[in-house]
T-cell receptor
Framework: AQSVSQHNHHVILSEAASLELGCNYS??????LFWYVQYPGQHLQLLLK??????LVKGIKGFEAEFIKSKFSFNLRKPSVQWSDTAEYFC?????????????FGQGTTLQVKP | KAGVTQTPRYLIKTRGQQVTLSCSPI?????VSWYQQTPGQGLQFLFE???????NKGNFPGRFSGRQFSNSRSEMNVSTLELGDSALYLC??????????????FGEGSRLTVL
């Protein structure tokens, strides 16, 4: 069965520090990968996605992620975090195709940025 | 364009009761998925509906059910509530099925507390 593993459950950083959140997935076929973010009191929203092509994908708010097929990883990065990046971050992979499918989420990483 | 709307936002029930949650997808979206979010289990897939048909179902007991109407609005029902059903229930919509499109647009959720 497919699964997604996020290594860090709770990360605390100071503003301007660099961020890297780990994500590994288990799936042998073609993968579509996502990072979603949930700001306090808000709905889940898409940060970035990888379907194919350039393994380095850029998302909103300066975030980027690199798909490394050989490592089954899709780590999220940001060179310099801001207090407003405080949120919970979820890595996800699609299971299924066509008009049926589901997102399999990792357990999430809570990021706290100190001003 | 209005986002995904879920009602009610908060509700409190007692064990043994049943509950119905409602979701209005983004206009034009034909797929509606439901996810359960808890601190212990994270985000777990419940089911997906596309064109009024359940296309995929997660690993939840039969007490959890849903349906989709011709206007794409969806409801989910939980019968014989248990304490462990306390969670944030998230609805997500997409123009096509999750497997075909991938990106989901989430509502703010319905927070259910079972006493």
């Amino acid at each position: 069965a497919q699964s997604v593993s996020q290594h860090n459950h709770h990360v605390i950083l100071s503003e301007a520090a660099s961020l890297e959140l780990g994500c590994n997935y288990s799936y042998g076929g073609t993968v579509n990968l996502f990072w979603y973010v949930q700001y306090p009191g808000q709905h889940l929203q898409l940060l970035l996605k990888y379907f194919s092509g350039d393994p380095l994908v850029k998302g909103i708010k300066g975030f980027e992620a690199e798909f490394i097929k050989s490592k089954f990883s899709f780590n999220l990065r940001k060179p310099s975090v801001q207090w407003s990046d405080t949120a919970e971050y979820f890595c996800a992979v699609i299971s299924g195709s066509g008009n049926t499918g589901k997102l399999i989420f990792g357990q999430g990483t809570t990021l706290q940025v100190k001003p | 364009k209005a986002g995904v709307t879920q009602t009610p936002r908060y509700l409190i029930k007692t064990r043994g009761q049943q509950v119905t949650l409602s979701c209005s997808p983004i206009s034009g979206h034909r797929s509606v998925s439901w996810y359960q979010q808890t601190p212990g289990q994270g985000l777990q897939f419940l089911f997906e509906y596309f064109s009024e048909t359940q296309r995929n179902k997660g690993n939840f007991p039969g007490r959890f059910s849903g349906r989709q109407f011709s206007n794409s609005r969806s409801e989910m029902n939980v019968s014989t509530l248990e304490l462990g059903d306390s969670a944030l229930y998230l609805c997500a919509s997409a123009p096509r099925g999750t497997g075909a499109y991938g990106e989901l647009f989430f509502g703010e959720g319905s927070r259910l507390t079972v006493l």
